[in-house]
């Protein structure tokens, strides 16, 4: 937010000083040798990085988020891929440069608007408040969307920049030359900011109208022009300011290598992480950005952007380089996954939505329903039983992170104890001939909440068969096969799953609380797909395809042979 406004007051003092219909190519050129040739020597080395330390589909996953930042439109990329089963932004090497984007997409728009309000003569001044109150209203007025594109939107965060601007117009007037307590301002102005750094909490909506806290103090430092503030006046932090666009740059890579290879995030890890994202970071100033920001550089500057970009295109073209591997593994990790089938937004509801979403689903319920109640452990389940159960009335009742429990809170997901309760009652009211329930039951209190859920089911003669945990992994099952090879039987050790989540003992607790129930039955997953020793992780002979496609949750081919296999016990 700080820096939002910084760049706001510096490309406002550019364009309205220097930039006219003549000079706007300039300005882009200089943008452009400013800011493109350290983030290609960035995006260089993890594309290096990647080929050797990351697995297929991780790799692929970087050069996606690589041509993105290198085209400038990740933050629009991120907004619209930051579902639950997007994979985990901590592991985004290239997060931070959605701000980045936001940077340029403003670079871009906001000379033309400028040239365009000079031209019709509008009041500059004016005309750029005009603008910052209708940014700031669409977002008090909450106008953006979701979370994700209140976030990462230019629209939503065009007012910071614009604050600037406003800061750059009273500033060079001299509006405030003669409060006598103006150096003073930059005192508060770094108070506030300070405030917010310690107040503002990652799960409230941003920006919102608190954001005018940072905002308000990084416009009064600015305001307040003293020159002779020690905090940043001194060689330290002006050296750190010379360097901060390449720290930028690595700070955030360095982090995610440190949480990839599970780096304890400890004072003495932390303190090395950062003085080897400083030591970086001079170095890509010295090496990249001082001398490639020159004029006569740009042609190398940009095919060099160029190919860059078109490395990344095909890496994704690839799928992370799979032509590195051949027969059952090359099967096995070009294997991509798409949820289409488990009917999001309509039979599996996404957290934003409630139970009237399922009036748009096609499944209704009769008496004679099989009903799939559950969160997406329950939803995977759906190509299989419209494979294996083709003339059943099958009713799909499933939503994103909201476990089959009645009355369960969940704080993850506010809407979810309504929806089930809403569930419940249609369960009550129809009494399908049977209800299957499964759930990553490690993320709910089942043990607190199941066994009344049974109870309140059995005792309307609704019979219940409850599906146990499924095998979660330590990583991605493609990428732990890719790490550990496929031996003939297409088997892993169970000493691969991921330990915090007791999927085994979990198994065994859920098993005990449905066989104290009258008229349920239990399905233990583990026992389907597992051994003592080992689980199953492939299915199908060419092509061969994994099991399950993330940590837990199975592809179509996996989730057909899982209900095959349940069959003869639903019957």
């Known amino acids: 937010d700080v820096f939002f406004v910084i760049s706001g007051f510096l490309m406002t003092g550019i364009v309205l000083e220097k930039v006219d219909h003549k000079g706007i190519f300039d300005f882009y050129v200089a943008r452009f040798l400013r800011i493109v040739p350290a983030l290609v020597a960035t995006i260089l080395a993890l594309l290096i990085f990647g080929y050797f330390s990351l697995s297929t589909s991780e790799f692929e996953l970087l050069a996606r988020n690589a041509t993105a930042s290198l085209l400038?439109?990740?933050?629009?990329y991120y907004a619209a891929h930051s579902s639950y089963f997007d994979p985990s932004s901590d592991l985004n090497f290239l997060l931070h440069t959605w701000s980045l984007s936001v940077e340029w997409q403003f670079y871009l728009i906001y000379p033309l608007i400028v040239l365009a309000i000079k031209k019709c003569r509008l009041p500059v001044s004016l005309s750029i408040l005009a603008l910052f109150c209708l940014s700031l209203m669409y977002v008090a007025l909450g106008l953006s969307g979701t979370k994700e594109d209140l976030f990462y939107l230019l629209p939503t965060r065009a007012w910071e920049m614009l604050a600037g601007a406003l800061v750059y117009i009273i500033s060079s007037r001299g509006a405030l030359t003669n409060f006598k307590h103006l150096s003073k301002l930059n005192i508060l102005g770094l108070l506030l900011i300070l405030f917010s750094l310690f107040t503002a909490e990652g799960s409230q909506a941003w920006p919102g109208l608190a954001t005018l806290i940072p905002v308000a103090g990084a416009a009064l430092v600015i305001v307040a022009n003293n020159q002779n503030a020690y905090l940043i006046k001194n060689k330290a932090a002006q050296f750190i300011g010379t360097i901060s666009y390449s720290w930028y740059l690595w700070h955030w890579p360095v982090i995610v290598?440190?949480?990839y290879y599970r780096v304890e995030m400890d004072a003495i890890n932390i303190g090395a992480g950062i003085?080897?994202?400083?030591?970086?970071?001079?170095?890509?100033?010295?090496?990249?950005?001082?001398?490639f920001r020159k004029r006569n550089w740009l042609r190398t500057d940009f095919v060099s952007a160029i190919v860059i970009t078109a490395c990344a295109f095909m890496v994704v073209q690839t799928h992370g380089a799979t032509f590195r591997f051949k027969g059952d593994m090359n099967d096995v990790i070009t294997y991509r996954f798409n949820n289409k089938e488990?009917?999001?937004d309509t039979c599996f509801l996404n957290p934003r939505q409630d139970y009237s979403v399922f009036s748009k689903c096609q499944d209704k319920m009769t008496s004679e329903s099989i009903v799939i109640w559950g969160d997406s452990h329950a939803a995977q389940l759906m190509p299989g039983f419209r494979s294996v159960?083709?003339?059943?009335?099958?009713?799909?009742r499933t939503s994103s992170l909201c476990g089959p429990l009645y009355g369960a809170e969940n704080n993850q997901r506010p809407l979810c104890k309504d929806t089930n309760k809403n569930i419940t009652d249609e369960l009550l009211r129809v009494k399908p001939k049977l209800v299957v329930l499964a759930a990553f039951w490690s993320q709910y209190p089942f043990k607190d909440y199941l066994a009344d859920t049974l109870k309140m089911l059995n005792s309307a003669g609704i019979r219940t068969v409850v599906i146990g945990p499924f095998p979660f992994w330590h990583d991605p099952l493609p990428k732990v096969i890719e790490a550990n090879g496929l031996n003939p039987q297409g088997t892993l050790p169970v000493a691969l799953f991921e330990p915090s989540k007791n999927v085994l003992g979990n198994d065994k607790i859920i098993e005990k609380i449905v066989s104290a129930s009258s008229n349920s039955i239990y399905i233990s997953a583990i026992d389907i797909m597992c051994s003592k020793a080992t689980c199953k992780v492939t299915v199908g002979k060419k092509p061969v395809i994994p099991m399950q496609w993330d940590n837990t949750h199975m592809t179509y081919p996996g989730s057909i042979w899982f209900v095959n296999n349940i069959s003869n016990k639903l019957n």
Do not use: C, D, G, H
């Open 275 to 291: 003085a080897v994202s400083f030591i970086l970071a001079v170095s890509s100033y010295y090496l990249i950005e001082m001398p």
């Open 72 to 76: 400038f439109y990740s933050n629009n």
């Open 342 to 344: 488990w009917r999001p």
């Open 389 to 396: 159960l083709k003339n059943e009335n099958l009713t799909q």
């Open 257 to 259: 290598v440190m949480r």
